[in-house]
């Protein structure tokens, strides 16, 4: 069966053993494993698991709010303002509305075009692509993905535990020397997050500045303003493949040695994040023939400038 799926035993033995249905008043021989009862049991639990079911005093707040008016928009949004520690998004509360508990209530009476089933996502409106197709990473010259070229970068979010509310850290990595700079932001919202970047990078030399690449998330929407500003290139990985930006991801593992998920961000200042940059830019790195990335990056910067 392992082979034929192509899973791991141990997976199959676990499927089976976690989804076996017997009954007691039924002889033996009619228990065993079925599709269709392993996928009634798989629904059950996830739908315990479910965050407005297991906390009910944080489903009684959100459903308060749906009566009073709030839309779910309005209710998550508006708990991430307050730093709720405990919060959650729009589509959960949207979830539960139509879930089999939310419809019992008749939630769905609260929103506000009184839609007793929920519209299938096929006929929604389309968004348009926040991302162009030129800017993929599949068009970015060999000379950027060999590292032979000087001045292009990675760029990436750091995340914390949501209760420190939304503060977070942009990391841009140079391919060539890994030379790393952090930058604290209060939010994830894409301009004040483009704007520390531009503040970030404005000051180097064009040849030090081609090219950045970042992932597809939301903080990073306002590239075109970015690529406006510094005047160079902007790449982006495929969807859901940040190891295409692998130079960034590998600094990210090696800054949570000081800023783990758990600290509290919001307690670190300008000063320690600059400090924390200044150890791993004057670490020795093999990769580097065991010289730092300051040494490696001054000796670019010398070359492009001479």
Known sequence: MARVLKRHKSSIFREIKRNFWADDSLPRKYAGYFGSV????????????????????????????????????????????EGAKLR???ETIY??????????????????EHRKSRRSRRA????????????SILFRPDDVAHRRQFGHW??????????????????????????TVL??????????????????????????RRSITFDRGTEFVSWPHLQAEIGRQTWFCDPSSPW???????????????????RDITAVSDHELKMICDRLNNTPRKCLG???????????????VG
């Open 290 to 304: 065991w010289k730092t990335s300051a040494e490696v990056f001054r000796e670019k910067m010398m070359e492009e």
């Open 154 to 179: 990675e760029g990436d979010l750091v995340l914390f535990k949501q209760r420190f509310g939304q503060t977070n850290i942009t990391s841009l990595v140079a391919r060539i020397s890994r030379f």
């Open 38 to 81: 392993a996928h009634l049991y798989a629904q059950k639990r996830r739908s315990v698991q479910r965050k407005l079911i297991r906390h009910p005093d944080l489903c009684r707040r959100v459903v308060a709010r749906l009566k009073n008016g709030w839309t779910p928009e309005q209710i998550g949004n508006r708990m991430i303002y």
């Open 124 to 135: 929604r409106k389309r968004r348009a692509p926040k991302f162009d197709r030129d800017v």
């Open 244 to 262: 295409q930006k692998g130079t960034v991801e590998n600094t990210n593992r090696r800054v949570r040695r000081w800023l783990p998920r758990k």
């Open 88 to 90: 959650v998004c729009e």
């Open 95 to 112: 979830r539960y509305i139509y879930s089999k508990e939310g419809m019992a209530q008749e939630l769905w009476w609260y929103l506000r």
């Open 183 to 208: 930058l604290k932001n209060l939010n994830k919202r894409t301009k004040p997050v483009m704007g520390k970047i531009m503040n970030a990078v404005r000051d180097l030399p064009h040849l030090a």
